[in-house]
């Protein structure tokens, strides 16, 4: 393996914990995605051009509820708000980076891979830390090894969906995925507060009753759930030192 820079093999390495977690999660967003309507050439098609499975497994949801495309989408990009954050703090280190792995680098950006750059690129003395081509290698490593295990697990997820009948009543395994994610990620009080205020605001979205029916049109719920979570959640990190925290976790 002498012919594998020596980064590549550290960042496939330190993700390989990683990579075990999320394959139930990968397995159950390919089952979601048949079980919502979707054909498994789209199914397959939207875990490939969207990559990120918590906004995936919304989009997912959502589409099962026959929701508005357009509130699909600001959903979607509500949830990922939060990589704009991690791209303006990971940029410096793609300074001398061509612009062409920019590129790739920017569609393969997750939670966990900009986690555990970050983490190596800030180890050790000044010295000692990877250059330019090291830093770039080290995160592809990391990224690449989670979209190709995330898309062989959705993969396999879409194949078993076609197969499990109605009656085992999958839809309820997206909101148990959340649920999954939800809970170890509260670990201080910004998280806490968008957790608590984003879900509070959702359900209060399905159960107020406008027009004599219960819950908001067009599935806006869950949209101003998003949306109001993470406006609290910011507002109270401004408060705090205003540093980027990240989960090791699924959501990405």
Same mark, same amino acid.
């Given at each position: ?31 979601? @995605? $048949?079980?919502?309507? *979707?054909?498994?050439? +789209? /199914?397959?098609? %939207? !875990? ?54 920019? @590129? $790739?680098?920017?569609? *393969?950006?997750?939670? +966990? /891979?900009?986690? %555990? !750059? ?54 309820? @395994? $997206? ?11 509260? !670990? ?55 540093? $980027? ?8």
């Amino acid at each position: 393996m002498s012919f594998i820079p020596p980064e590549v093999r550290r960042g496939v390495r330190d993700v390989s914990p990683i990579l075990v977690g999320i394959i139930p999660f990968g397995l159950v967003a390919g089952v979601a @995605a $048949v079980n919502a309507g *979707l054909s498994p050439l +789209q /199914a397959v098609g %939207l !875990s490939v051009v969207v990559f990120a499975g918590a906004s995936q497994l919304a989009i997912i949801d959502l589409l099962g509820q026959n929701a508005e495309l357009v509130v699909v989408f600001v959903t979607a990009v509500v949830i990922n708000l939060r990589m704009m954050m991690y791209s303006a703090s990971i940029a410096p280190h793609f300074r001398r980076v061509r612009s062409r792995w920019k @590129a $790739v680098s920017s569609y *393969l950006l997750t939670d +966990q /891979a900009y986690a %555990l !750059s970050i983490a190596r690129y800030n180890e050790g003395a000044p010295a000692e830390r990877p250059n330019s081509n090291e830093r770039r290698n080290y995160y592809l490593a990391v990224a690449a090894s989670l979209w190709i295990v995330w898309q062989v697990c959705t993969v396999l997820g879409i194949l078993l969906g076609t197969g499990v009948p109605d009656a085992w009543g999958l839809e309820f @395994a $997206v909101p148990l995925v959340f649920l999954a994610l939800l809970v170890p990620s509260v !670990s201080n009080r910004p998280r806490l507060v968008a957790a608590v205020v984003g879900g509070g605001v959702a359900v209060a979205g399905e159960v107020v009753v406008v027009g004599g029916s219960p819950g908001l049109p067009f599935n806006l719920g869950l949209l101003l759930g998003a949306l109001a979570g993470v406006l609290a959640g910011a507002a109270v990190a401004s408060a705090g030192d205003g540093t $980027v925290e990240t989960d090791e976790e699924v959501s990405h």
